[in-house]
């Protein structure tokens, strides 16, 4: 059974960064899109970032501003966040893009993790 497992999560101070590392178990993860998404609170869930299975092409959501890095290995992907701001608040979730489809299919996904709580605060 496919298996993600977030962690690096924490409190920051405005301008600070966080790099948070996804681990995905029992299932070939190198050929699948994996995905970052957050939810802040009181707002609906956004992506944030996608990568492709081999790591060569990523997308970002325009919101990060060039702040942000999706990285992966064949069974971690990372997300590297820097100048962190409030609005960088809330739950962030890894996510497998299901039916091994590209990141620019849509957002469909079939296995998450639990997520884990950034939150930017002075």
């Known amino acids: 059974q496919p298996h993600l497992v977030e962690s690096g999560g924490g409190s920051v101070q405005p301008g600070g960064y966080l790099t948070l590392s996804c681990t995905a178990s029992?299932?070939?993860?190198?050929?699948?899109?994996m995905a970052w998404l957050r939810q802040a609170p009181g707002k609906e869930r956004e992506k944030v970032a996608c990568?492709?299975?081999?790591?060569?092409v990523a997308n970002y959501a325009d919101f990060v501003k060039a702040r942000f890095a999706i990285l992966r290995t064949t069974h971690t992907i990372s997300l590297q966040m820097n100048l962190l701001e409030p609005d960088d608040t809330g739950v962030y979730y890894c996510?497998?893009?299901?039916?091994?489809?590209?990141?620019?299919?849509?957002?469909?996904?079939?296995?998450w993790g639990q997520g884990t709580q950034v939150t930017v605060s002075s």
């Open positions: 996510a497998r893009v299901m039916n091994r489809q590209t990141c620019d299919s849509g957002d469909n996904y079939d296995y």
């Open positions: 029992g299932f070939s993860a190198d050929r699948y899109s």
């Open positions: 990568i492709n299975p081999t790591g060569s």
